[in-house]
């Protein structure tokens, strides 16, 4: 890559100063990918086994649900009977500036029910107890896998800046130093040997008086 910069001592200086910048910040960079990196794989794990917990849930609840079915008919005077979820909360959290949600349900792990006993069996509390674990659940869920999009997007772009900074400002920095350092040096040794001229000339011509 060309470097157009004027070969003077201030110069160099300023593209020291802009080389040692840009490699902080490329570590810098780079530290913040790794730590964004293990957050997220921590929380991929985290998903993979809630999503376990749900599947199990749900396959539980749905049992439940039949056999209540089977019993008492359909229960859509039941189902109507629960009150809708109103209590969810979202609010973030800070991992390395990158904002992730934390999602929150206001409600008991075992709730009250809101149903007569005498009309209905224990399928019907399996099935309400099992589904309301999974509303827990998949707020849970949510919070995650949202958290794992997030941080997946920084790393992204995260890991663009660093590759910037590693494979553009940095060499082009270090090109400006060495042509500034190059150029600087063979000035030196110009005046150095322009210098040695004029002392012989002016040896000579005292030998000469």
Known sequence: M?????PTKGNLIAYKKSLSLARNGYELL????????????????????IQDKIDVTYSKAYLALQ????KMGFIDDIASSIPEEDSLRLSYRSVMGVEVPIVT????EN?????GMQTTNSAIDEAYYCF????????????????????????????KRANALKNIMIPR?????????????????????????????????????
Do not use: C, W
């Open 105 to 108: 349900i206001e409600a008991d």
């Open 30 to 49: 780079d530290k913040k990918r790794n730590i964004l990196v293990r957050e997220m794989m921590t929380l991929i794990d985290r998903a993979s086994e």
């Open 67 to 70: 056999r209540a079915n089977v």
């Open 173 to 209: 920095f270090e090109e400006g130093v060495k042509f500034i350092t190059d150029a600087l040096d063979e000035k030196d040794r110009e005046e150095f040997s322009r210098l040695k001229v004029i002392k012989a000339q002016k040896e000579s011509k005292k030998n000469e008086a």
């Open 132 to 159: 309301h674990e999974v509303k827990l659940l998949t707020a849970e869920l949510a919070e995650v896998e949202n958290s794992v999009y997030r941080l997946a997007d920084a790393i992204k772009k995260t890991q």
């Open 2 to 6: 060309a470097v157009q910069a004027v």
């Open 111 to 115: 709730p009250g029910l809101y149903y």
